[in-house]
């Protein structure tokens, strides 16, 4: 099957590199957090790759490697949630990446828990993450892997995400870091349609539990 870009033929040149977001709040009291599920993958991705995050540069967390042989530079904002953009749009600038080339990992209260989605485009689904990315980019047509974390049937969703995983809900994570590892590789190798044609329709990592 033949190598393709992900959304749009890139510009030859520079632009060859690939910008990989992991989104969430820095700081150790947030990083068992749902909200945070997008930092935990990155740093899943940088451990399955021998990508190094040591320097900060772009107000975030970043190092460079290969992702299924393409040059990629992963990145960890440390801007907090809703200031995503200030970190992502620098950084696409410098490597001279353009949003076809933008991979962004964030959490969503609207699938279930463990579910996996990929999406070429579209507007922020209401994620304040997303929401400051479209508004430094200018542009809505990155690509998003959106990690469900599920919905609480009750209470303050803002508690549910600002809160660790249940532990019925933790010991998967290693499966949906894995997923979404196999997910990226997929999505560089192959392209877009591929990859949204061989995962979009998996079901959750978990099994679904009753009430949720």
Request: net charge positive; aromatic share 8%.
């Amino acid at each position: 099957m033949p190598r393709q870009t992900l959304l749009v033929p890139a510009a030859p040149g520079p632009s060859e590199w690939t910008l990989v977001a992991g989104l969430g709040n820095p700081g150790a009291q947030y990083a068992a957090h749902r909200h945070n599920i997008g930092f935990l993958c990155a740093d899943a991705l940088a451990s399955a790759h021998g990508i190094a995050l040591n320097r900060t540069r772009f107000k975030a967390l970043c190092g460079e490697g290969r992702i299924a042989g393409a040059r990629t530079v992963l990145l960890k904002p440390q801007t907090f949630m809703n200031d995503s953009g200030a970190s992502v749009a620098p950084a696409s600038r410098w490597y001279k990446i353009g949003p076809e080339r933008v991979v962004v990992v964030y959490d969503d209260l609207d699938l279930p828990f463990g579910k996996i989605r990929l999406r070429p485009g579209g507007s922020s689904g209401g994620h304040n993450g997303i929401r400051s990315i479209i508004a430094e980019l200018g542009r809505q047509d990155f690509a998003r892997v959106r990690v469900g974390i599920g919905r609480p049937s009750q209470g303050d969703p803002v508690d549910y995400v600002l809160n660790a995983f249940d532990a019925d809900q933790a010991p998967y994570l290693p499966d949906i870091f894995a997923r979404v590892n196999e997910l990226i590789s997929t999505l560089l190798l192959y392209g877009m349609k591929e990859a949204m044609n061989r995962f979009n329709g998996l079901e959750s990592v978990r099994p679904p539990v009753e009430g949720e």
